[in-house]
C-alpha cells in the first residue's frame, strides 16, 4: 500500500470543474483528472449551514480535514473522502451560491481582487494506491470524521463497475424507482444507500460483499430489481392494509423464509388488527413475523411493573405456589398464570410470583 499527502491549492482544485450529475456522469475538476463524485457515491447531502462553514472556514486561512484520494491506473484520481467539502468548495468558486463573508453577502466574483485569498487556500490530500482489500482497510480506518461514508457507500466505492452503477439507477436516487415501489415497507434514505443495502442483505442473506464482487462486471441489475419487486408484491399480497407499523421490517428475510407458506389474507388481516389493538404488545412492527412464525419475542410482550409485582408478593406472603418455600421478593419472578398466547392479561389477577428455580422449570414444560 503506498500513501502520499501532498498539497492541492483550490485553484488547482476547481481547474476544469464539471457537474455532470444530471447525466450521471458524476463530477470532476482538478483539470478533469478527479472523479469527485463517481457514479458509486453519494449525493450531494451538506446543507447550507454545513456548506457555508466550508468556505467561511477556507476564508479565515483555518485548516480543513485532510483529504483522500485514489490514484487509478490511468493516473487519474478518484476523490473517496472529503467529497461534500470539496463540492461545496467548486460550487461557490464557480458561483453556484452567496454566502456571507466579513459581514457582506457576496459570491466568489464579488470579492474584487480577493479571490486569491481562496484560490491559493492549500489543501492537504493524502493520495493511495494499493489492492482493493487495502483500499477497503485503509477507508475504514480514514472513515472517522464529517459526512461519514456508510460501509455500503465504501463497497460501492471499491467494487465499482457496470453492475453498481445501473443498480444505482433504481436504488440510491432522490424519488428512485425502488423508493417509489416501496416506500410505505423500507427505512432510511436512498442517496445514503440504505435501500440498496437492504435489499443486498436480503438476496445475499448478509454476505452482501460476496454478491457484490460475483455480479460486479454484469451489464445491469435485473437479478435484484427481480427480487426486490418480488419482495414487494409478496408484502402487498399478505398485508393488503398498509400501516405506518411496516416501514422497515425485514421483509426480504421473511420472503426467503415464507414466501412459499400457505395463507389467506383474511385471516392475517384479522389477526395483524386485532394484535395492533392489544395493549400488551410493545413492538408493533414484530406482529408481522409473529404471524408468520407464531414466536413471541417478536412481540415484547409487556411485563408486569413493579406495583404489581409487590402487590401479587404481599397477597403470596412471599410463598412461591410451586414449591411451598419463602423467599425475598428479589428471589422471585412474575409470570403469567395463564399464558399471554392463550388469552392471559398482563394484570394482577394473572400474575403470580414464583422462585426463579421454578419459573424455570415452568417456562421449560
Known sequence: MKIELTQI????????YADNSATEEG????????????????EFVYDEKKRNAVID???????????????NKEGNFELLDGQQRTISICQFVWGEFLMT???????????????????????QVYICEGTEEEQIDWFQVINIAGERLTQQEMFNAIYNGPWINHAKRRFSKTNCVAWQLGK????????RQDYLETVL???????????????????????????????????????????????GVQWGEMYNKHKDDP???????????ELMKDSDVKKKSGIYWYVMDGNEKHLDIRAFDDNTRREVYERQSGVCPFCGEHFAIEQMEADHITPWSKGGRTVAENCQMLCRECNRKKGGK
Open 9 to 16: 491549492t483550490i485553484g488547482e482544485l476547481v481547474d476544469g
Open 27 to 42: 463530477i470532476v475538476g482538478y483539470g478533469g483528472r478527479l472523479n469527485i463524485r463517481p457514479k458509486y457515491q453519494r
Open 57 to 71: 472556514t477556507v476564508w479565515k486561512g483555518f485548516p480543513l480535514n485532510v483529504m483522500y484520494w485514489v490514484r
Open 101 to 123: 463573508l466579513d459581514g457582506n453577502l457576496t459570491d466568489f466574483k464579488g470579492l474584487m481582487g480577493l479571490q486569491k485569498r481562496i484560490t491559493d487556500y492549500k489543501l
Open 184 to 191: 410505505d415497507y423500507m427505512s432510511g434514505s436512498p442517496i
Open 201 to 247: 442483505k436480503w438476496i445475499s442473506d448478509g454476505n452482501i460483499r460476496e454478491y457484490m464482487i460475483a455480479h460486479r462486471s454484469d451489464e445491469n441489475s435485473d437479478e435484484l430489481w427481480q427480487y426486490y419487486q418480488d419482495v414487494i408484491h409478496w408484502v402487498n399480497t399478505h398485508f393488503t392494509e398498509v400501516r405506518k407499523e411496516m416501514k
Open 263 to 273: 395463507f389467506k389474507e383474511s385471516e392475517l388481516r384479522e389477526r395483524v388488527k
